[in-house]
């Protein structure tokens, strides 16, 4: 991932950020998730941006590279995680310390309703543990388990924003992530 300027980040991008700290209103300092067809933003602050980064990885720019079908082959797979990697580790040191991870990303929405998950009138909250349960139950299919076996979404899509998302809560040290509604 890159870091770039708040000048860098799309007007859209900016107004989802502030809209998220407006519903929040956040004492301390947040991280929103974005993930996108063909990049992944991770944007922070408290009550404006004070760090971005942007990586071209994204739902479908990470199949396109890494994935020949669905499921991907066991070595596709640590390819895209290695890639993935190699990606998000180095902004670690650019994240606020104990910054909460939030994002209104549908996707990821949608994962809650596959795991278990904590969910109020605005918001629902996933632990990294869950998520790590939900990348197994796609590891269990990329090694072999048929998909029918299981209802998770049989598309690379899917697959790769739950690849980023438990790349970005292991690496970067988030215990959990909040969907805003």
Not at 140 to 153: E, F, H, V, Y
Request: hydrophobic share 40%; charged share 20%; proline share 6%.
């Amino acid at each position: 991932m890159e870091q770039i300027s708040k000048s860098g980040l799309s007007t859209e991008i900016m107004q989802e950020f502030n809209a998220v700290t407006r519903q929040v209103m956040p004492k301390a300092p947040i991280s929103l998730l974005c993930i996108s067809e063909g990049q992944t933003i991770i944007i922070s602050g408290i009550s404006e941006a004070d760090s971005a980064f942007i990586s071209q990885i994204g739902t479908q720019s990470l199949p396109q590279r890494f994935f020949q079908s669905f499921p991907p082959t066991p070595a596709e797979t640590e390819n895209a995680i290695i890639e993935v990697e190699e990606e998000v580790m180095p902004i670690r040191k650019g994240l606020p310390i104990h910054s909460e991870l939030y994002t209104r990303n549908s996707i990821i929405r949608d994962m809650a309703k596959l795991t278990v998950s904590e969910i109020t009138e605005d918001k629902v909250v996933i632990l990294r543990e869950n998520i790590e349960h939900l990348f197994n139950r796609l590891s269990a299919i990329i090694t072999g388990r048929p998909a029918s076996q299981d209802i998770l979404p049989a598309n690379n899509e899917f697959a790769s924003a739950l690849l980023i998302l438990r790349e970005v809560m292991h690496h970067l040290g988030f215990e959990k992530i909040t969907i805003l509604k």
